[in-house]
């Protein structure tokens, strides 16, 4: 089984249902944690066959609070992580990214539980100004480096343990023990965060104030 794992908040007028359209014959769920939206965030989600539920922190998010990100990827991985079963997989994705180059047999053959490996690595495209452009330079270089997006729930017991800082505290537990395969490019995300003016002004908005 694979389970889309996805911290929601406030996205209802920006790319979800793209993104769950896109997104929802990669997985056979698709376990959405909406962290206190004011909006129809949940509402779209489950419109597109989310199993939603609200975040015990629910409230003010962690940009620009003394609150910090990880006890929503924690109660996030621990919720997909039992959808998922020991042996299942979660997918980790936000709501302004989908896959491209890879289909979904493509993706069900990666968890194959004959495979040894654990976990699944593949790039990511940050759009800009077109979904068929990307930004590679400076800072810009998550299409070069590979990440881990996709992991094999523990059969063993399990206890884990995130990383302190408040932003950027990665989707799986930090301890995960993973033996990590490269699912080779032109397989990778396409990030929209980026794509248009106005978003690249609101995400430096968030982090100015982080």
Not at 5 to 18: G, I, P, Q, S, T
Not at 35 to 42: F, H, K, L
Not at 78 to 99: I, T
């Amino acid at each position: 089984m694979i389970v889309g794992a996805l911290l929601v908040r406030n996205e209802a007028d920006r790319y979800l249902a793209r993104v769950l359209t896109a997104m929802r014959p990669f997985c056979d769920a698709i376990v959405a944690l909406d962290d206190g939206s004011t909006d129809a965030t949940a509402d779209v989600c489950r419109a597109h066959g989310c199993e939603v539920t609200t975040a015990d922190s629910a409230g003010a998010d962690w940009w620009g609070s003394a609150r910090p990100e990880a006890p929503r990827r924690a109660e996030l991985w621990r919720l997909a992580a039992a959808r998922a079963g020991p042996g299942g997989w979660v997918l980790a994705f936000d709501a302004d990214m989908e896959l491209v180059g890879l289909r979904p047999e493509d993706l069900r053959k990666l968890a194959d539980p004959a495979i040894l490996t654990n976990a699944w690595a593949w790039v990511l495209y940050d759009a800009w100004n077109a979904d068929t452009r990307h930004r590679v330079d400076g800072h810009w270089q998550a299409s070069v480096h590979p990440r881990v997006w996709m992991v094999r729930v523990p059969t063993e017991p399990f206890e884990p343990a995130w990383p302190r800082q408040d932003v950027h505290v990665g989707h799986f537990p930090a301890n995960l023990p993973m033996n990590i395969g490269v699912v080779p490019p032109p397989a990778g995300w396409r990030h929209l965060a980026y794509v248009r003016p106005e978003d690249r002004a609101r995400k430096h908005a968030q982090y100015a104030t982080a």
